[in-house]
């Protein structure tokens, strides 16, 4: 989750070593409204191909022709500070120690199974609590956070915390607070993003994770909140409600779309977004005779002997800005617990924003449901093609996409002819 979309702002030209006291921070952070990027400078993404959709003003935009390069790209190994706050209207009932255990290293487990070993994720927890200046009801925490009173919260944080970490050595900052304070709500777990990068000991801080999670925490919540670090949407419905169904985009097949999915694993596409999937292990999909005829390893799968990872995604272009990605789902690595599995479709937007369905998965059997009890929308949990079935969709403009499973391998692969009509 994050905060509220903004029109991106303009660069901070001056540059502020170090924040040495409280008022510096509220000089710093008034400047700097806790909203989302939109857009940025674009960078070539050398992975691109005919089905790399354009990257668009969309926040969190799935098009992949180019990096957004106000994000974090997890294309080399990075460094996050975990800063734990406490609050003088409550004694922590727990150590830092014991909730940085909550997060890590589950997190950099879920990152390093993701990506197929090409990226770490480190964790530098504190050692101790840092003492906030209010009491924690004093900061209105809450999921749909005021600007004001979270800006609030932001500088005071910060000002505990500059003489205490060197914001320059950190590629990531999570400000976990005590969950047992009266203040504070778990539902207000997000990124909150700077609309002009925050300066602070010679490096810019574009955003940061506040963490409120109780003891023990929800299930992938740093992952989740991890992601929106590295570009990506969030993949859930927000019912006007509030209360319908939140999972009925995704259900349980994307980590940004449910903490709590059987089947968290990262969806190909996003792999391919961040860098871990390149040309070699995503087959565009061709109106060829006969249809194509593709292996799929399980996006899940470590990479097969030798280190090769083969091929993980299949792609149907079927617009300027959009597509239909194929891929196999096993029960293995982060996708351990899933109740079912085979082949997953799914229709991917590049036009659309975080939140609004970029990704939705193509129920390949809307009869019917699995998993029920354990499946946060047992209406998807069936979605994957077993052997022997077809599917047809919507393919390229003003045609069809049928997706046949073949077979099985006896090494856990599986074989499908994708035939555009």
């Given at each position: 989750?994050?905060?509220?979309?903004?029109?991106?702002?303009?660069?901070?030209?001056?540059?502020?070593?170090?924040?040495?006291?409280?008022?510096?921070?509220?000089?710093?952070?008034?400047?700097?409204?806790?909203?989302?990027?939109v857009a940025g400078p674009a960078?070539?993404?050398?992975?691109?191909?005919?089905?790399?959709?354009?990257?668009?003003?969309?926040?969190?935009?799935?098009?992949?022709?180019?990096?957004?390069?106000?994000?974090?790209?997890?294309?080399?190994?990075?460094?996050?500070?975990?800063?734990?706050?406490?609050?003088?209207?409550?004694?922590?009932?727990?150590?830092?120690?014991?909730?940085?255990?909550?997060?890590?290293?589950?997190?950099?487990?879920?990152?390093?199974?993701?990506?197929?070993?090409?990226?770490?994720?480190?964790?530098?927890?504190?050692?101790?609590?840092?003492?906030?200046?209010?009491?924690?009801?004093?900061?209105?925490?809450?999921?749909?956070?005021?600007?004001?009173?979270?800006?609030?919260?932001?500088?005071?944080?910060?000002?505990?915390?500059?003489?205490?970490?060197?914001?320059?050595?950190?590629?990531?900052?999570?400000?976990?607070?005590?969950?047992?304070?009266?203040?504070?709500?778990?539902?207000?777990?997000?990124?909150?993003?700077?609309?002009?990068?925050?300066?602070?000991?010679g490096t810019d801080i574009r955003?940061?994770?506040?963490?409120?999670?109780?003891?023990?925490?929800?299930?992938?919540?740093?992952?989740?909140?991890?992601?929106?670090?590295?570009?990506?949407?969030?993949?859930?419905?927000?019912?006007?409600?509030?209360?319908?169904?939140?999972?009925?985009?995704?259900?349980?097949?994307?980590?940004?779309?449910?903490?709590?999915?059987?089947?968290?694993?990262?969806?190909?596409?996003?792999?391919?977004?961040?860098?871990?999937?390149?040309?070699?292990?995503?087959?565009?999909?061709?109106?060829?005779?006969?249809?194509?005829?593709?292996?799929?390893?399980?996006?899940?799968?470590?990479?097969?002997?030798?280190?090769?990872?083969?091929?993980?995604?299949?792609?149907?272009?079927?617009?300027?800005?959009?597509?239909?990605?194929?891929?196999?789902?096993?029960?293995?690595?982060?996708?351990?617990?899933?109740?079912?599995?085979?082949?997953?479709?799914?229709?991917?937007?590049?036009?659309?924003?975080?939140?609004?369905?970029?990704?939705?998965?193509?129920?390949?059997?809307?009869?019917?449901?699995?998993?029920?009890?354990?499946?946060?929308?047992?209406?998807?949990?069936?979605?994957?093609?077993?052997?022997?079935?077809?599917?047809?969709?919507?393919?390229?403009?003003?045609?069809?996409?049928?997706?046949?499973?073949?077979?099985?391998?006896?090494?856990?692969?599986?074989?499908?002819?994708?035939?555009?009509?």
């Amino acid at each position: 989750m994050e905060g509220q979309q903004s029109p991106e702002g303009t660069p901070e030209r001056v540059e502020r070593v170090r924040l040495r006291s409280a008022a510096a921070a509220l000089t710093s952070l008034m400047a700097f409204t806790a909203t989302s990027l939109v857009a940025g400078p674009a960078v070539a993404d050398p992975i691109g191909g005919p089905c790399a959709l354009p990257r668009t003003a969309a926040h969190h935009s799935l098009g992949l022709d180019t990096w957004n390069a106000a994000y974090t790209r997890p294309a080399a190994d990075l460094d996050a500070v975990m800063i734990f706050l406490s609050f003088p209207d409550a004694v922590p009932m727990n150590s830092p120690q014991e909730l940085a255990a909550d997060h890590f290293p589950a997190t950099s487990d879920f990152f390093r199974h993701a990506s197929y070993g090409k990226f770490a994720l480190d964790a530098h927890p504190l050692a101790r609590w840092l003492p906030m200046p209010k009491a924690s009801v004093a900061y209105g925490i809450q999921r749909d956070w005021k600007p004001e009173e979270r800006a609030a919260y932001l500088r005071d944080a910060v000002a505990v915390a500059d003489d205490e970490v060197d914001f320059s050595q950190y590629d990531i900052v999570y400000l976990v607070a005590d969950p047992d304070a009266p203040g504070v709500d778990s539902d207000a777990t997000k990124v909150v993003n700077f609309d002009r990068p925050l300066r602070a000991d010679g490096t810019d801080i574009r955003r940061v994770v506040t963490v409120f999670e109780r003891h023990p925490p929800d299930r992938n919540v740093l992952a989740h909140e991890t992601g929106h670090v590295f570009d990506l949407p969030d993949l859930y419905h927000r019912p006007v409600d509030g209360h319908s169904d939140w999972d009925t985009h995704v259900g349980d097949w994307d980590v940004m779309g449910s903490q709590f999915g059987l089947a968290p694993d990262l969806f190909g596409w996003h792999k391919w977004k961040l860098g871990w999937l390149g040309r070699s292990e995503v087959r565009c999909v061709n109106a060829e005779p006969g249809g194509d005829v593709v292996t799929l390893e399980p996006v899940a799968a470590a990479p097969v002997r030798g280190g090769s990872i083969g091929t993980r995604l299949a792609v149907v272009r079927t617009g300027p800005e959009s597509a239909l990605a194929i891929e196999a789902r096993g029960a293995t690595g982060n996708d351990a617990y899933t109740c079912t599995e085979g082949v997953l479709l799914y229709r991917v937007r590049a036009e659309t924003a975080s939140g609004g369905g970029p990704i939705e998965v193509v129920d390949t059997h809307p009869e019917t449901g699995a998993c029920w009890g354990e499946s946060v929308y047992p209406q998807l949990a069936d979605a994957p093609l077993r052997v022997g079935e077809t599917f047809t969709a919507p393919g390229p403009p003003g045609g069809r996409a049928r997706v046949e499973v073949a077979e099985r391998t006896r090494t856990g692969s599986w074989t499908v002819k994708i035939t555009t009509v």
